[in-house]
């Protein structure tokens, strides 16, 4: 526990509670950071209301007797995120079982410091399971807006229903996050789960294809520093729809490699020019201490994002790093991808994940997983989507096999995975993944060049993106054309492959029973659009006991 953490006083009475990629960046001065473009990007209420919540509340981490809360205070017009400029402000914050915020449970004071970007988190304990809570902070005689929270049921609760948003890959330069409001619109999540790219490190105009930026990135220049990642994730802070989100539901998040840079591995990324732009570990712990700063996640093992939840006897939830610890990517063909000194997970995070799901007890095994596990071959594509499918993968133009950025590209990890599922009999594992800007519905094959007369060991969901480039940004056609040449092909290739969309912006809303789990694939009509609207596309479940992927017709 931080310093920024204060123990809460809870008005719970404790004996009805459960215990418990390229631009070469030229590093800008401090100076620059606080230039007129980055003020002027602020609210303007940022120079006359001071202290001020500019950049919303939110809670995350969901546990059975508490939840994680965060929000930024800007205590004077100059503390703008990455400054390093204000005063120790004081925040107190409340939780109450009403929206009005009358019947107090929790309450408590935490200080706001230049050190930690004026981010302060407040880790509540002592609430009842499965319970919707409000929440609110104040400083200075200023309120923050309330929002809505939620804790997870009781370890051994019978829980009848989950129900969780899934997003990925959220590029504020190429459109509105209009997922994020529809999805608070709901109000009927348990959480929502964010699988990674929350940001992305690139400067204006420089990731993409695309011929306009639709808004452009605060700061401009590719973000490298401290000061940079900080300012960026202040900047993706302000928006209403994201905003909207976390004030309704906890998020469960996990990086992939845009919260640091491209294709990121533990010692150095694509994106990633030594000397240019200063040595690796220093970007590398610039990014994880804004990511801790900005997120309401609890900080794991080492500083890293892998952890594990659960939600009754109904699932739990396996969470994955796979960028702190993963060796380096090779070239496609080299046959390195086989070598079994190579690792995405890393030992101990895969030692980690076997031993969870072994000795998981509920019905469900969920892995939040931020690249895609489920083998992909191209197939025989034509060369005009050839080239752009392969730069949306970072494969090479001439298109083989495989993507090393995924588990293809480390494919002894995912052989001692999967054959751990087999051999332990442990059914109902869902992979549910981003990265890639597309949707899937797969199997999980133990042998991808026999299926499927072999063996299923999982099934997986991928979720689209929110809204950066996919298949038919990049060929600049019309939604929904690639698709329909590009996915007989490459279901053709891969048969483990239920479903594929190449082209649409959006998310997924999975849902639980105890008899199955399943996916809701949703759209936007427009990603440029602020107000664009959403429709259902498809649905895929995966029934209990089974390991197969199967379409289902109707949304839940």
């Given at each position: 526990?931080?310093?920024?953490y ?17 631009t ?11 230039a007129?473009p ?14 001020a919540?500019l950049?919303?509340?939110?809670s ?24 390093g ?20 449970v ?21 609430l ?36 969780f ?15 994020y409001?529809?999805l ?10 964010h699988?990674?790219?929350y ?7 420089a ?7 639709v808004?452009?990135?605060v700061?401009a ?11 960026r ?57 804004a990511?801790?700063?900005w ?15 659960r ?5 739990d939830?396996?969470l ?6 993963r060796?380096?990517?090779v ?22 994940l ?20 489920s ?39 995912r ?33 991808a ?10 099934t ?15 060929v600049?056609?019309?939604e929904?054309a690639?698709?329909a ?12 492959v239920?479903?594929v ?7 997924g ?21 602020p ?26």
């Amino acid at each position: 526990m931080t310093s920024r953490y204060r123990s809460s006083e809870s008005t719970d009475s404790a004996d009805t509670l459960s215990p418990r990629r390229r631009t070469v960046v030229k590093a800008a001065a401090a100076t620059a950071v606080l230039a007129g473009p980055l003020v002027a990007a602020l609210p303007a209420r940022a120079a006359a209301d001071s202290p001020a919540f500019l950049h919303g509340v939110a809670s995350g981490d969901p546990l059975p007797d508490g939840i994680l809360l965060w929000t930024r205070v800007t205590p004077t017009a100059e503390a703008i995120p990455g400054s390093g400029l204000g005063p120790d402000t004081p925040v107190d914050w409340i939780v109450a079982r009403d929206k009005a915020l009358t019947d107090i449970v929790a309450k408590g004071t935490v200080t706001a410091t230049a050190a930690f970007d004026h981010t302060v988190k407040a880790d509540v304990r002592g609430l009842r399971p499965a319970t919707d809570y409000w929440f609110r902070f104040s400083a200075g005689g200023t309120d923050s807006p309330a929002a809505r929270t939620r804790t997870a049921p009781a370890p051994d609760a019978a829980v009848a229903d989950l129900r969780f948003g899934v997003v990925s890959c959220a590029n504020w330069e190429a459109g509105y996050f209009s997922a994020y409001r529809h999805l608070a619109a709901r109000g009927d999540l348990t959480a929502w789960l964010h699988l990674g790219d929350y940001i992305y490190e690139y400067g204006t105009g420089a990731y993409g294809t695309r011929d306009t930026v639709v808004r452009p990135h605060v700061p401009a220049h590719e973000i490298v520093t401290l000061a940079d990642y900080r300012t960026r994730h202040g900047r993706y802070k302000t928006d209403p729809d994201l905003q909207a989100l976390h004030a309704t539901a906890p998020v469960i998040a996990i990086w992939d490699d845009h919260e640091f840079a491209n294709d990121a591995w533990s010692g150095g990324a694509e994106n990633h020019t030594e000397g240019a732009e200063g040595t690796w570990a220093a970007r590398q712990a610039a990014a994880k201490q804004a990511y801790f700063e900005w997120m309401p996640v609890r900080t794991a093992t080492a500083g890293t994002t892998y952890r594990r939840l659960r939600f009754g006897k109904l699932a739990d939830l396996s969470l994955l790093d796979l960028r702190s610890f993963r060796s380096q990517q090779v070239s496609v063909g080299n046959g390195s991808v086989d070598d079994p000194d190579r690792t995405l997970t890393g030992r101990a995070q895969l030692d980690w994940l076997k031993a969870g799901l072994k000795a998981s007890d509920t019905t469900w095994r969920l892995i939040g997983n931020s690249v895609m596990i489920s083998p992909f071959a191209i197939g025989s594509l034509t060369a005009d989507l050839l080239g752009p499918l392969a730069e949306l993968l970072g494969l090479p133009k001439e298109g083989l096999a495989f993507n090393t950025d995924q588990w293809d590209g480390y494919t002894d990890d995912r052989r001692e995975l999967l054959a751990h599922l087999r051999s332990n009999a442990i059914r109902n594992t869902v992979f549910l993944t981003g990265d890639i800007h597309m949707a899937w519905a797969n199997d999980v094959p133990v042998d991808a060049g026999t299926y499927p007369l072999s063996a299923s060991a999982a099934t997986e969901f991928v979720v689209t993106s929110v809204t950066s480039d996919n298949l038919d940004d990049l060929v600049k056609t019309p939604e929904g054309a690639i698709s329909a040449v590009a996915a007989p092909i490459i279901r053709a290739a891969n048969r483990h492959v239920h479903w594929v969309d190449t082209d649409r912006h959006g998310y997924g809303v999975l849902d639980i029973t105890a008899d199955r789990a399943q996916m809701d694939y949703y759209v936007l009509s427009d990603r440029t659009k602020p107000n664009a609207t959403s429709s259902w596309a498809r649905s895929y479940r995966t029934r209990s006991g089974t390991q197969k992927v199967e379409r289902t017709y109707d949304p839940v």
